[in-house]
């Protein structure tokens, strides 16, 4: 009886308003891959079980945040970062190879993508660091000092090279300057280190497909069979969908293997296609219901850490979904990251889903205060 009773007060401090969105991204994902694994030549659900197996473990650990004094995580910011880096070093030295990106871990048939935990080290980092004075973010050693940390962590991830994970850790450190007020001079720096990094990453770093697709992105029909395949055929795809769709399972475009990564890079690309205009109406919907709700969670916390770390969650979310959905439309060049909630990817599903369950912890504060 008191289990129960415990279990129903738990339950009436879940905030629906953030996780309806979630759970309905998270189903529409499953479908998709669902769809995508059993109607092929030769079906295989393995994708589908392998995320579901993902979407359970994510959201066992975001219930536990509930419990989770979310103030003991700020007691040593240095941690963060020096995990985040060893990350990124350990996965250059011993991480497996997959389509030209040095980045994923492979344990017994499973693959780990660390960027997407080391996202979570500097949102909780950058929270660390400037939370106990808002004045240390107009202080030059205290700036140069972040920033020069996450120069460091973007740099290993551009080595992988990964240039869609770098633009979010980029945006996530930026989100945290602009809130803070860093000053004009600093910002103007930090944007002439960026175009330095960017032309020597052009220059030495990154690999030719890379360079194709940021240069072929604005007109993908001048190499329709060659660097702009990818954006053509998920324009199609969409653009065959209509407004309800060919159907679960009909889509020649993600179904006949036109369109490639059908199951993470370009799902919204496969769902706009087989559900329609309404579908994908619906995802851009669920995402800026759960932004709404962080920035709630951020206007009415008192507490200077919380609002630092649902700024870096908020950021996570609204950077990630802009990119990846900008690539699947065609107005921003192909980066090769998940959506969010919908794509396959276990660690970005585990990463996603921890991050919202720290934010769902803030905001059942900020709601009692």
């Not at 994908?280 to 008192?302: E, G, N, P, Q, V």
Request: proline share 4%; glycine share 8%.
């Amino acid at each position: 009886m008191r289990l129960v009773l415990k279990l129903r007060r738990t339950l009436s401090t879940v905030d629906w308003w953030l996780w309806g969105p979630v759970f309905f991204l998270i189903v529409l994902g499953l479908v998709m891959q669902y769809s995508l694994g059993v109607n092929q030549d030769l079906p295989s659900l393995a994708q589908f079980y392998k995320q579901l197996t993902f979407v359970v473990i994510g959201l066992l650990i975001a219930a536990a945040l509930i419990f989770l004094d979310y103030r003991s995580l700020k007691a040593h910011p240095a941690m963060y970062f020096g995990i985040a880096a060893l990350l990124l070093v350990l996965v250059l030295l011993f991480g497996t190879t997959i389509k030209g990106t040095t980045g994923w871990f492979v344990f017994a048939g499973i693959s780990v993508q660390p960027v997407e935990f080391v996202k979570i080290c500097l949102i909780l980092f950058m929270a660390s660091y400037f939370e106990k004075s808002r004045t240390i973010s107009r202080t030059p050693r205290y700036l140069f000092a972040a920033g020069g940390s996450v120069a460091i962590l973007v740099a290993l991830v551009i080595l992988q090279p990964d240039l869609g994970s770098a633009i979010i850790l980029f945006a996530i450190w930026l989100s945290f300057m602009l809130m803070l007020r860093a000053p004009a001079w600093f910002l103007s720096l930090v944007i002439v280190a960026v175009i330095g990094m960017f032309a020597v990453g052009w220059l030495f770093v990154f690999q030719d497909y890379q360079r194709d697709r940021l240069s072929t992105f604005i007109h993908p029909e001048l190499d329709p069979l060659g660097a702009g395949y990818n954006v053509t055929q998920s324009i199609t795809a969409i653009g065959s969908g209509g407004i309800w769709g060919r159907g679960l399972g009909l889509g020649t475009q993600s179904q006949l293997h036109f369109l490639p990564e059908v199951n993470s890079d370009f799902i919204f690309a496969s769902i706009a296609e087989e559900l329609g205009y309404i579908a994908a109406i619906l995802i851009i919907a669920a995402i800026t219901l759960i932004l709404l709700r962080l920035w709630s969670y951020m206007r009415f916390s008192k507490n200077t850490y919380a609002i630092l770390l649902i700024l870096g969650i908020f950021t996570y979310v609204l950077t990630q979904s802009l990119l990846t959905i900008g690539m699947n439309i065609g107005i921003l060049p192909v980066t090769g990251l998940p959506l969010p909630l919908v794509s396959a990817g276990g660690s970005s599903m585990l990463a996603t889903l921890t991050l919202l369950g720290l934010a769902h912890r803030i905001g059942i504060e900020s709601r009692r205060t």
